[in-house]
């Protein structure tokens, strides 16, 4: 590494001096003619020693073979994803980039079959076998170029993930692919001129050009990556902060890559320039891939609110993406595979606590076999409340209890499991956790006490969802029981947090335990002097006639006593439901307003007469 840094930092001769530009382009001139002699020779020697005309027959098919599959295989294969498009369904996304993938495949393919074909030919010499090996590399180039530029910046009407418009699409693609082809004859370049005796000089002259139009190009791209998306009704793209770094990392190096390669530094211009451009081409895919895999793990259209693991899975695939790619950025910038596989070695061999080391693959393996634990638990437990415990004749909130203790314990088989096969040994944790369970004791007693509670709450079920309580001065609807609290809706739709402490230890109110029979109290007050008999039989009449009020056993009109300024009744009526009761008693209030109103029945209001003592003293003080 302090070598190649070295080396980074060394300034050469100046690719601008004629002398140097001269000796470049004598050098190309020179690989041009070596090449074409060293074909003419091997021609003739292999004509007339007769193997030419052997091995022409398996050259010709191989020729074939690589031309049908670089322009008609490609052309069937475009087509073919063409098609693809327009197809609707879940796993167009993934389709789509298979066969796009396919676009790579078929044209490699015949890229090796042609010169696996002239290879055969075996009329090549040093310097053209050497540049005839480059060639699938620099094909590569092009194909993965031209495959990635599509894209990215796609063709026809739908603006791609980017959300570009045309115009952006078009100067995308044609920058991304004269990068592919300038990179690519600069491979074929530099194979061609490994084994001629170049100077530093010749060598700078020869690279310059080539740096500049790769930077030329590379800052034409940053300019399209930083260009704003299209605005359109039906996509939306968002014009994050990340195109917007590529785009100026992408200009920066296009200007100062091809300045510092004037001034003498080619190699630091090369080290530079090259890996920033397969490097943006890197994250170009991974963002791709990104995307396909959010298309793929979208709600459906129905609406259906989609949470928990299954919302996680884009995250969680997009970071192991990144994680694999830090090898390749690593090689990309000049890291050799064997650093790399020192730095995965001992990363493997993971940290020691104790007498107890523990691995990378160790949390792996844990994670794996957690998250299969995990999945099988959530699994039976949607399966139970769906399927088999709805068909049992426990209530709603027994089933509950039922599915949410099978979870606790399935998450617990499942991390007890996870340790075990992970081959942790929490043996030597024993010292320590006892030390610390002292202090943690005290610090979460009652977040233990709330724990405990709230298994008691799940076995026992004296409060269940759906019920109706009143814990102190709180009433509601107990609307869902975790282990450590319970949340209630009050009638004034505001949700209540209690602890499960406070249901087990304190007093609480259950209206609806058991079933939903409560009774109803309406209190009534009649003027002195009114029949008492009368009123008790409209009052029973009203009870009676209300469709929630049973008649086993029947409703109570009780005359309670001589209030100060009425006469006091009640009706007592046991109700079908009891979550009614506020309606029936206004319900009740309006009969008996209209009854007793009809029969001339008066319901007092507090009247106070004032008697004074002395009134002539406030006569004395209005005549003076």
Known sequence: MQQQTAELSVRGPSPLNPSNIAEAVTALWQLVDVVGIEIVAGFNVRRESGELARDLPRVVLLLVIGVALLSVGRGIVTRWRMSLTTRQGRWRPLTLFVASLIQIAVPMLGLLAMTEA??????????????????????????????????????????????????????????SSALAWVMAFGTLAQAGFRTLDMSQGATAAFAWPVLVVLG??????????????????????????????????????????????????????I?????????????????LLQQIVSDLTQPPDNGEDVRGLHALIPVMVSF???????????????????????????????FAIGETRISPTDFL??????????????????????TVLPRTRLDLGGQNAIVAGFGYVGIMLAALVAISTAGID??????????????????????????????????ERPVSEGDWIEVGNQMGYVRSIS??????????????????????????????????????????????????????DI??????????????????????????????FEIRAILRDVNYVVVVKSEMNHAIAKAFAEEGIEIPFAQRDIWLRNPEVLKETKTT
Do not use: C
Not at 126 to 143: K, T
Not at 325 to 339: C, E, K, Q, T, Y
Not at 484 to 496: A, G, N
């Open 426 to 459: 929490l043996s030597n944790f024993a010292i320590v956790a006892g030390a610390l369970s002292v202090g943690i004791g005290f610090g979460l007693q009652n977040i233990v006490s709330n724990f405990v509670s709230g298994i008691i709450l799940l076995i």
């Open 365 to 386: 393996t844990f994670a794996i076999v957690f998250a299969v634990g995990y999945l099988l638990t959530r699994f039976i437990q949607g399966t139970l409340r769906r």
């Open 483 to 536: 282990v450590r609290s319970t949340r209630i809706e009050t009638f004034d739709r505001t949700d209540v947090i209690i602890p499960n402490a406070d249901l087990v230890s304190g007093q609480v109110t259950n209206w609806t335990r058991g079933n939903l029979v409560g009774r109803v109290i309406v209190p009534v007050g009649v003027a002195y002097g009114t029949d008492t008999d009368k009123v008790s």
């Open 320 to 350: 192991v993406l990144y994680m694999l790619s830090l090898p390749v950025f690593a090689l990309i910038w000049g890291a050799r595979v064997d650093d790399l596989t020192e730095i995965w070695a001992r990363f493997r061999e993971g």
């Open 271 to 287: 080290a530079i320039l090259g890996p920033s451009i397969v490097s943006v081409a890197l994250v170009s895919l991974l963002f």
């Open 118 to 175: 002239l290879q055969a030919l075996d009329i090549f010499g040093l310097r053209g076998g050497d540049i005839l090996e480059a060639i699938p590399e620099a094909g590569f180039y092009v194909i993965f170029g031209w495959w990635l530029s599509r894209l990215v910046f796609p063709l026809g009407e739908h603006p791609g993930y980017l959300g570009y418009d045309a115009q952006t699409r078009a100067a995308g693609r044609r920058a």
């Open 216 to 269: 030329l190009l590379f800052w034409r791209l940053g300019r399209v990556i930083r260009t704003k998306p299209e605005q359109r009704e039906d996509t939306v793209a968002s014009a994050g902060r990340m195109r917007n770094l590529l785009g100026r990392f992408a200009t920066i190096v296009a200007i100062v890559a091809p300045v510092i390669a004037g001034f003498g530094y080619i190699s630091a211009a």
């Open 539 to 568: 009052l029973r009449g009203i009870a009676e006639a209300h469709p929630q009020v049973i008649m086993t056993p029947p409703p109570a009109v009780l005359f309670i006593g001589f209030g100060a300024d009425s006469l006091d």
